[in-house]
C-alpha cells in the first residue's frame, strides 16, 4: 500500500514536469514568435503562475487517466497553484526576488501535494 503511494507521488512528479517541460517550451515559442516579452526576470509573477498551469495540466491529465475523479484532481491543480498566488504578495514587495518566488512556489508545492494525497489516502494508495 505504501509503495503505491509512493509510486503514485512520484507519477505526479515526472507528469508535472512533462507538462512543464513541454507546455513551457511551446509558450515561450508562440510568445518569442508573438515577439511578446515573457522573461521570467521581467514578470516573476505571472511566470510562477504559468509554470503553475503548465504542471497541473501535465498532472491533470495523468490523473484522469488513472481513473481519479475531478475533486481530487482539482484539489493536486490547487496545490500547484496556491504558493504561486500566496507568495506573489511577497515579490511585488521586494520582499523576495522572482527567483526566490520561483524556488519557493516549487519547494512549497510537494508537500501541499502530500498534504492532499494523505486527505485522499485511499484513492493515492490503490
Known sequence: MRRHFVRHYLEMVAAMVVGM??????RA???TL?????SAARHPEIAALAMAFDMSVGMVVWM???GHGWAG???????MFVP???LAPLSW???ISGDQLMIATHVVMLPLMLVVML???EEYAR
Open 34 to 38: 508573438a515577439g511578446v516579452d515573457h
Open 84 to 86: 504561486a498566488v500566496a
Open 21 to 26: 517541460l513541454v507546455l513551457g517550451a511551446a
Open 64 to 66: 484522469r487517466y488513472r
Open 29 to 31: 515559442g508562440v510568445l
Open 119 to 121: 486527505r485522499r489516502r
Open 73 to 79: 484532481t482539482l484539489e493536486m491543480a490547487g496545490a
Open 93 to 95: 514587495l521586494s520582499v
